[in-house]
C-alpha cells in the first residue's frame, strides 16, 4: 500500500509536499515524494488529499484504570482531598468495572490519534483480560504502604507482555526497598515525583495534609523532615543498580521544586526523562512547570494526559494546545516532538515510533492540511485525525 498526500511530516526534516509512505504489513517500507515512492514501490495507492500524514501520538503517562471516574471527582481543595477521594471511589470498583473502564480508555485513546500508551494499573492480574486497539507498555502500579509488595511475582506476571515496566507510586507510597528492587528487576521505570505542594511540605518540613493523613494511616514518617521529594529520590536509589537513568527511568511531574534541587538536576550525570501532564496540572492549579530551566538542562520532556480522575478526555491533541496557552514561545514543532519522538525516546522505542521512516511500525495519521508552512499549526489545531493506521492496520 501506498499513501499519498498533500503533505508528508516525518518528524526528521522538512514537511515533504506531495509526499507518500509506502507500507509493507504492519512496518512503514519507504517514505518521500510522491513519484519517487511509487517509482520504487508496488501496491495499491491511497490518495489521501488535502491532508497532512505525521506519526501516531504517543501518551507516556496515564491511568486507565481510572476512565470511569471521569467527572466524579470534583475539583478538590487540596492534593490530600483528592487522594481521599479517589480512594473512596475506587472501593466501590469490581474487577469487571476495571476491565470495562481499561477497554474504554483504550478506545477514547485511538480515537483522538493515540497509537502507543504508557499506562499503570493498579490491577496488573487483569491484564491478560484486556486486547488493547493500539500499542501499550504495561507499569503495574506498586505500593507498600500498607504492606511488604512481591516485586519479583509482579514482574514475573508480565514477562509474557511485548513491553513492560514497574511503577513504584511515589515517594509518599513506596518505600526506598521497593524502589530499589523496582530498579534491579524491571527494564523500564516510572514514578510520580514532587507533584504537589503537599508532597513537599511533607518530605522538607514533615508536616501539612499529606503528611498527617499517611501518619494517620500508619505509614513510618521518620523520612520525611530536611529533604526535598527530589532530592530524596535522586539519593535512595541504589547507585550501582540505575547510575545511568537514561532511557530506564521516566518521571512524572516534577511540579514542586526548589533551588537546591535544579543544582541537583544540573550535576547528574545521565537525564531521565519528565512526563508533564498539562491538564492535570491545571485541575490541581500546581505551581507553575519548570519547563524553561528543565528543558535547557537537557531533560526530555513529553506531554501525557494523567488520568480521567483529574481530566476531561484522553486527547493529546488537548494536552498539546493546553500545553501551547501556558508556554507561547515554545515552537508547535517542539511541542509535537513531546508527544511522538521525545515519548518514544522515553518509552525506550525510539528506534520503532514516534516518526515516520523506514522500519519504523506503520502508526500514522492524518489531518486537515492547507500547506506545509504552518504545518505544526495545524496538527495542534486538530480535535480528532481523519484517518489513521495502527501496525499497518487502517482503523475505521
Known amino acids: 500500500m501506498i499513501l499519498r498526500a498533500r503533505v508528508v511530516l516525518t518528524m526528521d526534516g522538512a ?13 512503514i517500507a519507504d517514505v518521500g515524494g510522491f513519484d519517487e515512492v511509487r517509482a520504487r514501490n508496488s501496491g495499491e495507492v491511497v490518495d489521501l488529499g488535502e491532508q497532512v500524514l505525521f506519526p501516531g501520538l504517543i501518551n507516556a503517562h496515564c491511568h486507565l484504570d481510572y476512565t470511569c471516574l471521569r467527572g466524579k471527582i470534583p475539583r478538590p481543595n487540596s492534593f490530600t482531598e483528592w487522594i481521599r477521594q479517589i480512594n473512596a471511589e475506587k472501593a466501590k ?48 502500579e506498586l505500593i507498600d504502604v500498607r504492606g511488604k509488595v512481591n516485586v519479583e511475582l509482579a514482574a514475573g506476571s508480565l514477562r509474557t507482555v511485548e513491553q513492560w515496566g514497574l511503577a513504584p507510586h511515589a515517594l509518599f507510597t513506596a518505600s526506598a526497598e521497593l524502589y530499589r528492587e523496582c530498579e534491579r528487576v524491571a527494564p523500564l521505570l516510572t ?19 499529606l503528611y498527617d493523613f499517611l501518619k494517620e494511616i500508619g505509614r513510618d514518617m521518620s523520612d520525611c523532615g530536611g529533604a526535598t521529594p527530589l532530592a530524596k529520590f535522586l539519593t ?22 526548589a533551588e537546591t534541587d535544579f543544582a541537583l538536576l544540573e550535576k547528574l ?28 538542562l537537557g531533560f526530555n520532556i ?14 493529546l491533541f488537548a494536552e498539546m494546545r493546553a500545553f501551547r496557552d501556558k ?34 511500525r506503520a502508526d500514522v495519521l492524518a489531518a486537515p492540511c492547507g500547506g506545509s508552512a504552518e504545518v505544526f499549526d495545524q496538527i495542534i489545531a486538530t480535535e480528532q485525525p481523519d484517518w489513521m493506521m495502527v501496525n499497518g492496520r487502517v482503523v475505521g
Open 15 to 27: 514537511p515533504i509536499e506531495n509526499g507518500a509512505v509506502a507500507i509493507s504489513g504492519s512496518r
Open 93 to 140: 470498583l469490581s474487577p469487571d468495572d476495571y476491565v470495562s473502564s481499561i477497554d474504554e480508555g483504550f478506545a477514547e485513546a485511538q480515537r483522538f490519534g493515540t497509537t502507543t500508551i504508557a499506562n499503570l494499573t493498579a490491577v496488573p492480574e487483569l491484564i491478560p483480560q484486556i486486547r488493547s486497539p493500539i500499542s501499550i507498555c504495561w507499569f503495574p
Open 191 to 209: 514514578t510520580h515525583v514532587a507533584e504537589s505542594r503537599e508532597e513537599m511540605s511533607m518530605f522538607r518540613e514533615a508536616s501539612g495534609a
Open 236 to 257: 535512595m536509589r541504589d547507585v550501582s543498580t540505575s547510575l545511568d537513568m537514561t532511557g530506564r527511568w521516566m518521571v512524572a511531574h516534577l511540579n514542586e521544586l
Open 269 to 296: 550525570p545521565s537525564k531521565f526523562s519528565i512526563v508533564h501532564c498539562p491538564r492535570s496540572h491545571r485541575y490541581f492549579d500546581h505551581s507553575p512547570f519548570a519547563f524553561e530551566r528543565l528543558s535547557k
Open 302 to 315: 513529553c506531554l501525557a494526559t494523567d488520568s480521567l480522575a483529574s481530566n476531561d478526555d484522553l486527547s
Open 327 to 360: 508556554f507561547p514561545r515554545v515552537s508547535p514543532e517542539e511541542i509535537l516532538t513531546m508527544v511522538t519522538l521525545n515519548a518514544a525516546s522515553g518509552l525506550g522505542q525510539g528506534d520503532l515510533v514516534g516518526r515516520i521512516a523506514a522500519g519504523f
